[in-house]
């Protein structure tokens, strides 16, 4: 009965779904493994954001550049305030604000600038709104951060800001704002100055349960389903052809089936009437008998 199993037309159905299984399952795996990376991601930077906050600070150069394990870390510095800049459209506890952006002149020669974001002040930006900054030499306190990509954060992009503003903390954005190098990344004091309300550290880029850990999640389901549906495909096909087998081998078609009745055919031109069968043949006797 399954000796239809030998044809070349099974033989690559049977070659397609010994390939097929085994591909669904590790892609499923595999897509499994990148959610729990993910998952396992986000509890290290939760650990690490708490240890962060208890250790001691530490020389903004001995920090840099900043990664996946720098980012977080408190970094100290010191020197003399220079450009402010605000930075619109920022939620915190659920209002919207604005950062205040100062870059800090730091002591060491190379004459590059630090962007500290000093706190966060609700409504619209305004630089009526945002205190000055302290005179004279100071030393800032706060969490590392890597520099944000355009667009980060809800703030508008490059372009149609007014002047005075800022869309992201990165150099690439003040390279063309300030007179002088900048550090390719900021600062977050873990006290803002008065009137300001501090910003909290974000967590790094890839770290966290995002939509993109949910869609591993989802992909890991969509390859198991396949497999299986592989296999559900693969036995109704083998039950199918056996039904049709077992049928061929005891001489039942669809035409042959009991309790079917064949059509007369065509091909064998119209029924012939015998003269004895005929009505008009009958004597005038047997019609009248």
Same mark, same amino acid.
Request: glycine share 12%; proline share 8%; with cysteine.
């Given at each position: 009965?399954? *000796?239809?199993? +030998?044809?070349?037309?099974? =033989? ?6 010994? +390939? ?8 499923? #795996? ?9 998952? !396992? ?18 020389? +903004? ?6 990664? !996946? ?35 800090? *002149?730091?002591?060491? %020669? ?9 706190? =966060? ?20 306190? %706060?969490?590392?951060? /890597?520099?944000? #990509?355009?667009?980060?954060? %809800? ?17 690439? #954005? ?34 966290? +349960?995002?939509?993109? &850990? ?12 396949? /497999? ?10 083998? *039950? *199918? ?15 042959? &089936?009991?309790?079917?009745?064949? &059509? ?17 043949? /009958? ?7």
């Amino acid at each position: 009965m399954y *000796r239809f199993l +030998l044809t070349p037309r099974w =033989w690559g159905i049977n070659v397609f779904v010994v +390939l097929a299984i085994p591909f669904c399952v590790f892609m499923g #795996s595999w897509q499994l493994g990148r959610f729990e990376d993910r998952v !396992q991601g986000h509890k290290d930077a939760s650990a690490q954001s708490t240890a962060n906050e208890k250790a001691a600070p530490r020389p +903004l150069g001995s920090l840099l550049p900043v990664d !996946q394990t720098t980012s977080g870390k408190r970094a100290t510095a010191t020197g003399h305030y220079g450009k402010q800049l605000l930075v619109p459209d920022r939620e915190l506890d659920g209002r919207t604000g604005f950062y205040v952006v100062t870059l800090l *002149r730091t002591d060491g %020669g190379d004459g590059r600038a630090l962007p500290v974001v000093r706190g =966060w002040v609700p409504g619209t930006a305004s630089a009526a709104k945002a205190p000055a900054a302290p005179r004279g030499e100071v030393t800032v306190t %706060g969490a590392l951060q /890597a520099s944000e #990509s355009p667009g980060s954060g %809800g703030a508008p992009a490059a372009g149609g800001l007014p002047a005075g503003q800022l869309g992201a903390i990165s150099a690439a #954005s003040l390279v063309n704002l300030v007179p002088y190098d900048v550090y390719d990344a900021w600062v977050t004091l873990d006290k803002a100055d008065a009137g300001m309300t501090a910003v909290p550290a974000t967590a790094p880029e890839g770290s966290g +349960l995002d939509l993109k &850990a949910f869609q591993n999640l989802g992909y890991t389901g969509e390859w198991f389903v396949f /497999a299986g549906f592989v296999v559900f495909m693969w036995f109704r096909l083998l *039950r *199918r052809e056996a039904e049709f087998a077992r049928d061929a081998s005891l001489g039942l078609t669809e035409s042959d &089936a009991p309790g079917t009745e064949s &059509a007369p055919d065509a091909s064998d031109g119209p029924a012939t009437v015998s003269p004895q069968d005929s009505p008009e043949s /009958a004597s005038p006797e047997t019609a009248r008998g």
